[in-house]
Protein backbone atom coordinates (compact mmCIF):
# COMPACT_ATOMS: atom_id res chain seq x y z
CA UNK A 1 0.00 0.00 0.00
CA UNK A 2 1.15 3.45 -0.84
CA UNK A 3 1.53 6.42 1.03
CA UNK A 4 0.11 9.28 -0.97
CA UNK A 5 -0.23 13.18 -0.42
CA UNK A 6 -3.22 13.34 0.56
CA UNK A 7 -5.51 14.85 -1.35
CA UNK A 8 -8.26 15.91 1.10
CA UNK A 9 -5.87 17.87 2.02
CA UNK A 10 -5.98 19.43 -1.53
CA UNK A 11 -9.61 19.07 -0.92
CA UNK A 12 -9.21 21.16 2.58
CA UNK A 13 -6.52 23.53 1.18
CA UNK A 14 -7.53 27.45 1.48
CA UNK A 15 -8.56 28.34 -1.88
CA UNK A 16 -9.53 32.36 -1.23
CA UNK A 17 -6.89 34.47 -3.29
CA UNK A 18 -5.77 37.64 -2.68
CA UNK A 19 -7.65 40.10 -5.16
CA UNK A 20 -6.20 42.76 -6.97
CA UNK A 21 -7.13 46.45 -5.78
CA UNK A 22 -10.19 47.07 -8.15
CA UNK A 23 -10.50 50.36 -10.47
CA UNK A 24 -11.14 53.37 -8.25
CA UNK A 25 -11.04 51.75 -5.04
CA UNK A 26 -10.07 53.78 -1.55
CA UNK A 27 -6.26 53.63 -0.59
CA UNK A 28 -7.56 53.56 2.95
CA UNK A 29 -6.15 50.38 3.91
CA UNK A 30 -6.56 51.28 7.63
CA UNK A 31 -11.05 51.47 6.96
CA UNK A 32 -10.96 48.61 4.98
CA UNK A 33 -8.92 46.58 7.87
CA UNK A 34 -11.29 47.78 10.23
CA UNK A 35 -14.49 46.69 7.90
CA UNK A 36 -12.76 43.79 7.28
CA UNK A 37 -12.31 43.09 11.50
CA UNK A 38 -15.99 44.28 11.93
CA UNK A 39 -17.16 42.11 9.65
CA UNK A 40 -15.38 38.76 10.28
CA UNK A 41 -17.50 35.81 12.20
CA UNK A 42 -16.43 35.00 15.44
CA UNK A 43 -13.58 32.43 15.64
CA UNK A 44 -14.69 28.98 17.40
CA UNK A 45 -13.06 28.39 20.50
CA UNK A 46 -9.94 26.50 21.03
CA UNK A 47 -11.04 22.95 22.14
CA UNK A 48 -9.68 22.38 25.91
CA UNK A 49 -6.36 20.01 25.54
CA UNK A 50 -6.65 16.32 25.94
CA UNK A 51 -10.51 15.84 24.45
CA UNK A 52 -11.59 14.42 21.72
CA UNK A 53 -12.51 17.47 20.09
CA UNK A 54 -8.82 18.44 20.60
CA UNK A 55 -7.75 15.67 19.29
CA UNK A 56 -9.79 15.79 16.01
CA UNK A 57 -8.63 19.54 15.73
CA UNK A 58 -5.09 18.15 15.97
CA UNK A 59 -5.14 15.31 13.60
CA UNK A 60 -6.75 17.41 11.22
CA UNK A 61 -3.85 19.74 11.14
CA UNK A 62 -1.30 17.45 11.03
CA UNK A 63 -2.51 16.51 7.81
CA UNK A 64 -2.39 20.08 6.64
CA UNK A 65 -1.57 22.59 9.13
CA UNK A 66 -3.07 25.56 6.94
CA UNK A 67 -6.56 24.87 7.26
CA UNK A 68 -8.83 26.24 9.52
CA UNK A 69 -11.44 23.89 11.87
CA UNK A 70 -14.53 25.54 11.94
CA UNK A 71 -15.82 23.34 14.23
CA UNK A 72 -15.54 20.20 15.77
CA UNK A 73 -18.48 18.25 17.80
CA UNK A 74 -19.92 14.97 18.49
CA UNK A 75 -20.34 13.02 15.38
CA UNK A 76 -23.64 10.68 14.32
CA UNK A 77 -20.59 7.69 14.45
CA UNK A 78 -19.59 6.38 17.99
CA UNK A 79 -16.16 6.92 18.66
CA UNK A 80 -15.65 9.69 16.31
CA UNK A 81 -15.93 13.58 16.72
CA UNK A 82 -17.53 15.38 13.24
CA UNK A 83 -15.53 18.90 12.10
CA UNK A 84 -16.01 21.09 10.03
CA UNK A 85 -13.42 22.34 7.88
CA UNK A 86 -13.21 24.80 4.22
CA UNK A 87 -16.63 23.88 4.15
CA UNK A 88 -16.12 20.19 3.86
CA UNK A 89 -17.57 17.45 7.12
CA UNK A 90 -14.67 15.39 8.20
CA UNK A 91 -14.99 12.32 10.81
CA UNK A 92 -12.12 11.99 13.33
CA UNK A 93 -11.73 9.04 15.56
CA UNK A 94 -12.03 10.32 18.90
CA UNK A 95 -7.96 9.18 19.62
CA UNK A 96 -6.97 11.17 16.28
CA UNK A 97 -5.40 8.26 14.79
CA UNK A 98 -8.08 8.15 11.92
CA UNK A 99 -9.81 10.65 9.38
CA UNK A 100 -12.83 9.55 7.14
CA UNK A 101 -13.58 11.50 4.52
CA UNK A 102 -17.02 10.93 3.16
CA UNK A 103 -18.20 12.06 -0.10
CA UNK A 104 -17.64 10.47 -3.47
CA UNK A 105 -14.81 7.89 -3.35
CA UNK A 106 -14.88 8.49 0.46
CA UNK A 107 -10.83 7.55 2.56
CA UNK A 108 -10.05 6.51 5.57
CA UNK A 109 -6.28 7.96 6.43
CA UNK A 110 -4.40 6.45 8.62
CA UNK A 111 -3.49 10.44 10.26
CA UNK A 112 0.28 9.49 11.74
CA UNK A 113 1.13 7.51 8.72
CA UNK A 114 -0.55 10.02 6.33
CA UNK A 115 -1.75 7.09 4.49
CA UNK A 116 -4.90 6.50 2.27
CA UNK A 117 -6.04 2.99 4.01
CA UNK A 118 -8.59 2.61 1.64
CA UNK A 119 -6.19 2.92 -1.79
CA UNK A 120 -5.46 -0.86 -1.08
CA UNK A 121 -8.47 -2.43 -1.53
CA UNK A 122 -9.33 0.37 -4.69
CA UNK A 123 -5.89 -0.80 -6.30
CA UNK A 124 -6.74 -4.19 -6.13
CA UNK A 125 -10.29 -3.81 -7.70
CA UNK A 126 -8.79 -1.48 -10.36
CA UNK A 127 -5.84 -3.78 -10.96
CA UNK A 128 -8.71 -6.60 -11.20
CA UNK A 129 -10.60 -4.72 -13.54
CA UNK A 130 -7.93 -3.59 -16.19
CA UNK A 131 -6.85 -6.97 -16.76
CA UNK A 132 -9.96 -7.28 -18.56
CA UNK A 133 -9.12 -5.02 -21.31
CA UNK A 134 -6.72 -6.73 -23.50
CA UNK A 135 -3.28 -5.19 -24.60
CA UNK A 136 -4.98 -5.20 -28.16
CA UNK A 137 -7.21 -3.09 -27.42
CA UNK A 138 -5.24 -0.28 -25.78
CA UNK A 139 -3.62 2.43 -28.00
CA UNK A 140 -0.33 2.46 -26.65
CA UNK A 141 2.54 5.35 -27.04
CA UNK A 142 5.64 4.06 -25.62
CA UNK A 143 9.51 4.61 -25.95
CA UNK A 144 11.81 1.72 -27.12
CA UNK A 145 12.64 0.70 -23.68
CA UNK A 146 9.76 2.16 -21.05
CA UNK A 147 11.10 2.68 -17.67
CA UNK A 148 7.01 2.66 -16.32
CA UNK A 149 3.81 2.18 -18.12
CA UNK A 150 0.88 3.98 -16.93
CA UNK A 151 -2.92 3.28 -18.10
CA UNK A 152 -4.98 6.62 -18.81
CA UNK A 153 -8.51 6.65 -19.03
CA UNK A 154 -9.22 9.18 -21.83
CA UNK A 155 -11.67 11.33 -23.81
CA UNK A 156 -10.98 12.66 -27.03
CA UNK A 157 -12.73 16.57 -26.12
CA UNK A 158 -11.86 17.13 -22.69
CA UNK A 159 -9.47 20.03 -22.75
CA UNK A 160 -7.33 18.12 -20.36
CA UNK A 161 -7.33 14.88 -22.39
CA UNK A 162 -5.90 16.87 -25.06
CA UNK A 163 -3.19 18.67 -23.26
CA UNK A 164 -1.65 15.31 -21.85
CA UNK A 165 -1.74 13.99 -25.40
CA UNK A 166 -0.01 17.19 -27.05
CA UNK A 167 2.90 16.30 -25.07
CA UNK A 168 3.01 12.77 -24.95
CA UNK A 169 6.42 12.66 -26.86
CA UNK A 170 7.82 14.41 -23.45
CA UNK A 171 5.99 11.48 -21.05
CA UNK A 172 7.73 8.93 -24.07
CA UNK A 173 11.34 10.68 -23.29
CA UNK A 174 10.52 10.54 -19.29
CA UNK A 175 10.54 6.42 -19.79
CA UNK A 176 6.63 6.10 -19.27
CA UNK A 177 4.47 4.61 -21.44
CA UNK A 178 1.21 5.69 -21.78
CA UNK A 179 -1.40 2.83 -22.54
CA UNK A 180 -5.39 4.80 -23.63
CA UNK A 181 -8.27 3.26 -22.49
CA UNK A 182 -11.61 5.09 -24.02
CA UNK A 183 -14.04 6.49 -21.79
CA UNK A 184 -15.98 9.10 -23.53
CA UNK A 185 -17.19 11.13 -21.03
CA UNK A 186 -20.43 12.25 -22.20
CA UNK A 187 -21.84 8.85 -22.36
CA UNK A 188 -22.51 5.80 -24.65
CA UNK A 189 -25.28 6.89 -27.65
CA UNK A 190 -23.24 10.47 -27.26
CA UNK A 191 -21.09 12.42 -29.79
CA UNK A 192 -18.23 11.98 -28.26
CA UNK A 193 -18.64 8.03 -27.52
CA UNK A 194 -19.48 8.03 -31.77
CA UNK A 195 -16.21 9.60 -32.31
CA UNK A 196 -14.14 7.25 -30.06
CA UNK A 197 -15.76 4.28 -31.74
CA UNK A 198 -14.35 5.56 -34.88
CA UNK A 199 -11.30 5.65 -33.46
CA UNK A 200 -10.94 2.59 -32.17
CA UNK A 201 -12.78 1.11 -35.63
CA UNK A 202 -9.80 2.78 -37.40
CA UNK A 203 -6.63 0.80 -38.93
CA UNK A 204 -4.34 3.48 -37.38
CA UNK A 205 -6.11 3.60 -33.80
CA UNK A 206 -2.56 6.27 -32.32
CA UNK A 207 -3.08 8.10 -36.00
CA UNK A 208 -6.96 8.72 -35.37
CA UNK A 209 -6.67 9.27 -31.57
CA UNK A 210 -3.93 12.23 -32.46
CA UNK A 211 -6.34 13.36 -35.57
CA UNK A 212 -9.47 13.26 -32.86
CA UNK A 213 -7.53 15.32 -29.71
CA UNK A 214 -5.94 18.03 -32.43
CA UNK A 215 -9.04 19.34 -34.48
CA UNK A 216 -11.79 16.66 -33.63
CA UNK A 217 -12.05 15.93 -37.17
CA UNK A 218 -11.84 12.15 -38.08
CA UNK A 219 -14.19 10.09 -40.85
CA UNK A 220 -17.18 8.23 -39.02
CA UNK A 221 -16.73 4.95 -38.45
CA UNK A 222 -18.43 1.58 -37.06
CA UNK A 223 -17.37 -1.90 -36.04
CA UNK A 224 -17.22 -4.56 -33.61
CA UNK A 225 -15.46 -2.88 -30.90
CA UNK A 226 -14.61 -2.47 -27.27
CA UNK A 227 -15.52 1.27 -26.29
CA UNK A 228 -18.41 0.31 -24.00
CA UNK A 229 -16.66 -2.05 -22.41
CA UNK A 230 -13.81 0.01 -21.30
CA UNK A 231 -16.12 2.77 -20.47
CA UNK A 232 -18.25 0.41 -17.89
CA UNK A 233 -14.79 -0.41 -16.33
CA UNK A 234 -13.89 3.12 -16.10
CA UNK A 235 -17.32 3.72 -14.22
CA UNK A 236 -16.55 0.60 -12.01
CA UNK A 237 -13.19 1.58 -11.45
CA UNK A 238 -14.37 5.07 -9.82
CA UNK A 239 -13.44 7.14 -12.75
CA UNK A 240 -15.59 10.79 -12.64
CA UNK A 241 -13.47 12.49 -14.68
CA UNK A 242 -10.59 12.61 -17.48
CA UNK A 243 -7.93 11.45 -17.52
CA UNK A 244 -7.60 8.89 -15.02
CA UNK A 245 -4.34 8.02 -14.61
CA UNK A 246 -3.53 4.58 -13.12
CA UNK A 247 -0.11 2.76 -12.64
CA UNK A 248 -0.28 -0.76 -13.54
CA UNK A 249 -0.97 -2.40 -9.83
CA UNK A 250 -3.73 -0.03 -9.67
CA UNK A 251 -2.59 3.12 -7.53
CA UNK A 252 -4.89 6.19 -9.31
CA UNK A 253 -1.62 9.24 -9.82
CA UNK A 254 -4.54 11.88 -10.38
CA UNK A 255 -5.96 13.07 -13.93
CA UNK A 256 -3.55 15.57 -15.95
CA UNK A 257 -0.30 15.21 -14.42
CA UNK A 258 2.74 16.99 -16.27
CA UNK A 259 5.16 14.49 -17.55
CA UNK A 260 8.32 15.33 -15.29
CA UNK A 261 6.04 15.31 -12.34
CA UNK A 262 4.59 12.08 -13.26
CA UNK A 263 8.10 10.23 -13.57
CA UNK A 264 9.11 11.26 -9.95
CA UNK A 265 5.65 10.34 -8.59
CA UNK A 266 6.22 6.90 -10.65
CA UNK A 267 9.80 6.77 -9.02
CA UNK A 268 8.59 7.51 -5.32
CA UNK A 269 6.34 4.48 -6.05
CA UNK A 270 9.09 2.23 -6.74
CA UNK A 271 11.30 3.23 -4.13
CA UNK A 272 8.59 2.27 -1.65
CA UNK A 273 8.69 -0.98 -3.03
CA UNK A 274 5.25 -0.89 -5.99
CA UNK A 275 5.66 -2.48 -8.97
CA UNK A 276 4.53 0.35 -11.78
CA UNK A 277 6.68 -0.80 -14.11
CA UNK A 278 4.69 -3.63 -15.83
CA UNK A 279 1.83 -3.31 -18.46
CA UNK A 280 -1.16 -3.04 -16.83
CA UNK A 281 -2.68 -5.11 -19.95
CA UNK A 282 -0.02 -8.00 -20.00
Partial sequence: MKRITLALLGAMSLSACAQAPQPGATAD??????TAQATAPAKAAAPV???????????IRALNPRVTVDRVG???????REAVVAGQVVYVSDDGK????????????????????????????????????????????APPNPKYTVSVFTDV????????????AEYNRQGIAIEYLAFPRMGVGSE??????SVWCSSDRKAALTAAKSDGRLPAKDCNNTVRMQYDIGQRAGLT?????L???????????????????????????GQPAAPAGA
Fill in 192 to 197: DFKKMV
Fill in 241 to 245: GTPMI
Fill in 49 to 59: AGTPDARATEA
Fill in 29 to 34: AGAQAR
Fill in 98 to 141: YLFLPGSGGALFDVAAKKNLSEGALASMRQELLRQIPAKERIVF
Fill in 74 to 80: AAPIPGF
Fill in 157 to 168: ECGYCRKLHSEI
Fill in 247 to 273: TADGTQLGGYVPPAQLRAALDKIAGEG
